[in-house]
């Protein structure tokens, strides 16, 4: 039996009302699903862990890029060593925000195509992220993350999306908040050390850890990340004039902003961030969702589970 993780939150409360539809669309063939209701943040993860250890390793989400990544986390060791079994499969119906882990993984959009993919897709094996962060006592957190981690300016913008603008939708709410944060942005000194031998120290807006291509609702942060290559790409976005990150701002939607000079893009699996005046001066975003602050560490866990994807037809 599968477990359907349901964020009836999602969709701006929409969920509460479809996920009925959506769970009797699913089991029209036959199959039986054990449906577990979240009721608050960090609820999937426990949810998840638990239908896990009651033997289900098929998991289906509704909700959005936050619930996904807490979903991943449930399927993680609570210090990030590994999967909880090698069979883990996830299946994604979007109910969300931002949609962008489904995006990169070309899952449709619409409610009927996702439940075809949940119940007849291929199976894809991705890499996924562990971060380690420090949260408001000082103590060191391990959360697994499955699209995108940032640190810097990404968790202001995430704030203001989660109030008033979230009700313009999905692309126009991140794209307002990021342009207003952007008005007001401020120099971020950041010394970033990759395993690979990076040492730097540099003033940046925003830093993306990205597992696949997009964040923000669209934005194509990561225009060459794959979901399977065991390694992320970290776009560094550099600091600088308000005027100038104004122009360059409208260049994520096409990955073209990867060519400009105040954008710089590693390949690492792992990337430490801290801040240089203060260590805990900059927040972390998980997978859209403000968690904590600088010291952060990210890793990746190479093709940790699998996740259903359209099949390849011809």
């Not at 638990?50 to 807490?70: F, K």
């Not at 949940?118 to 697994?144: L, Q």
């Not at 776009?235 to 902003?257: C, D, E, N, Q, W």
């Not at 900059?282 to 359209?310: C, K, N, Y």
């Amino acid at each position: 039996m599968r477990a359907v993780i349901v964020n009836p939150a999602s969709a701006s409360g929409r969920t509460e009302q479809r996920w009925r539809r959506i769970v009797a669309s699913l089991s029209a063939g036959g199959e039986e699903f054990d449906v577990l209701l979240t009721t608050g943040p960090g609820h999937a993860i426990e949810l998840t862990r638990a239908a896990i250890e009651g033997g289900a390793r098929g998991l289906v989400v509704l909700g959005g890029d936050g619930t996904v990544g807490e979903v991943v986390a449930g399927c993680l060791y609570p210090d990030g060593s590994g999967p909880l079994a090698d069979d883990l499969e996830l299946s994604i119906i979007h109910q969300g925000t931002g949609g962008d882990f489904a995006r990169g993984l070309d899952i449709p959009k619409d409610e009927a195509g996702a439940v075809e993919v949940a119940r007849s897709g291929a199976t894809r094996r991705v890499d996924v992220g562990v971060a380690r962060y420090t949260d408001a006592t000082g103590a060191t957190v391990v959360r697994g993350f499955a699209n995108c981690a940032n640190v810097g300016m990404a968790a202001e913008v995430v704030q203001q999306v989660t109030g008033r603008l979230k009700r313009l939708g999905n692309s126009a709410g991140f794209a307002v908040a990021t342009v207003g944060c952007l008005t007001r942005n401020r120099a971020r000194p950041v010394r970033i050390r990759t395993g690979e031998g990076m040492d730097t120290t540099v003033g940046v807006v925003d830093i993306a850890v990205s597992n696949t291509r997009y964040m923000g609702g669209g934005m194509l942060v990561a225009p060459d990340a794959q979901l399977d290559d065991g390694l992320f790409d970290v776009v560094v976005i550099g600091a600088a004039a308000r005027m100038r990150l104004l122009r360059t701002f409208p260049k994520i939607y096409s990955g073209k902003h990867v060519t400009d000079s105040l954008v710089r893009v590693e390949r690492t699996a792992s990337i430490t961030i801290e801040g240089v005046d203060d260590p805990r001066a900059e927040g972390v975003v998980l997978d859209g969702e403000p968690l904590g602050t600088t010291p952060a560490t990210f890793a990746v866990l190479p093709s940790a589970i699998g996740v259903r994807v359209p099949a390849v037809t011809g």
